[in-house]
């Protein structure tokens, strides 16, 4: 069974700073796909950041950065230069045996 | 622009009355399409995975003949919630994969249920 944990309901930055949004996963997968996904007011889930669990590379994306330890089973999101508009929800999710499962997620205010 | 759609966006309904979601795959093709229910300040919860011109497949816990699903074409599943009850406002999520990288979804924008 897969299970995806986020132990931080909610966290705070200032605008500008930097911030790490925690997560650990469990499964039983060889092959698998960990993401952070964010879910801003209006709820449309937007697509922060994949990362394929056979590749060792911390997958980035401009402001958005992963620390990707397999052995550890951990999945971390580093947002650099935290803007207004990245408050939101942020979801962890894995990708194995063809579904998603979700983390609780985290929400990121950020203060400007 | 929205390459997944959901309507309606908002629906109130009559306790006991039945309410169908649609979910389309704007420009692809999705053999395969997912729906997931959302309570107020929690998670999303995969509900059950629509397949085209199959059954669907529920994860536990769903019930079949409560929440009835049907993949119509490669572009629409819909999603309808028989006999709806108050206990079943949420907010419902569909998602479908993209094409070449199915671990990838595109998720619709959500639709929002209330049921008096």
């Known amino acids: 069974a897969q299970t995806v944990t986020q132990s931080q309901p909610e966290m705070s930055v200032q605008e500008a700073e930097t911030v790490t949004l925690s997560c650990t996963y469990d499964?039983?997968?060889?092959?698998?796909?960990l993401f952070w996904y964010k879910q801003p007011p209006s709820r449309q889930m937007i697509l922060v950041i994949r990362?394929?669990?056979?590749?060792?590379q911390n997958a980035t994306e401009n402001r958005f950065s992963v620390n990707f330890q397999k052995a550890a089973k951990s999945f971390s999101l580093k947002i650099s230069d935290s803007q207004l508009g990245d408050a939101a929800m942020y979801f962890c999710?894995?990708?194995?045996?063809?579904?998603?499962?979700f983390g609780t997620g985290t929400r990121l205010k950020v203060l400007a | 622009g929205a390459v997944v759609s959901q309507h309606p966006s908002w629906v109130i309904c009559k306790s006991g009355t039945s309410v169908k979601i649609e979910c389309r795959s704007l420009?692809?093709?999705?053999?395969?399409m997912f729906w997931y229910r959302q309570f107020p300040k929690q998670s999303l919860m995969l509900m059950a995975t629509?397949?085209?011109?199959?059954?669907?497949?529920?994860e536990q816990g769903v019930e079949k003949d409560k929440f009835l699903i049907n993949h119509a074409s490669l572009t629409l599943s819909t999603l309808t919630v028989t006999s709806a009850h108050p206990e079943d406002s949420s907010f419902y999520i569909c998602?479908?994969?993209?094409?070449?990288?199915?671990?990838?979804?595109?998720f619709g924008p959500g639709t929002r249920l209330l049921v008096l």
């Open positions: 420009d692809f093709q999705a053999t395969t």
């Open positions: 629509s397949n085209e011109g199959s059954k669907a497949t529920y």
């Open positions: 990362q394929e669990a056979y590749k060792q």
């Open positions: 998602s479908a994969p993209r094409t070449s990288f199915p671990e990838t979804q595109y």
């Open positions: 499964t039983s997968e060889s092959d698998y796909y």
């Open positions: 999710a894995s990708w194995g045996t063809y579904k998603y499962i």
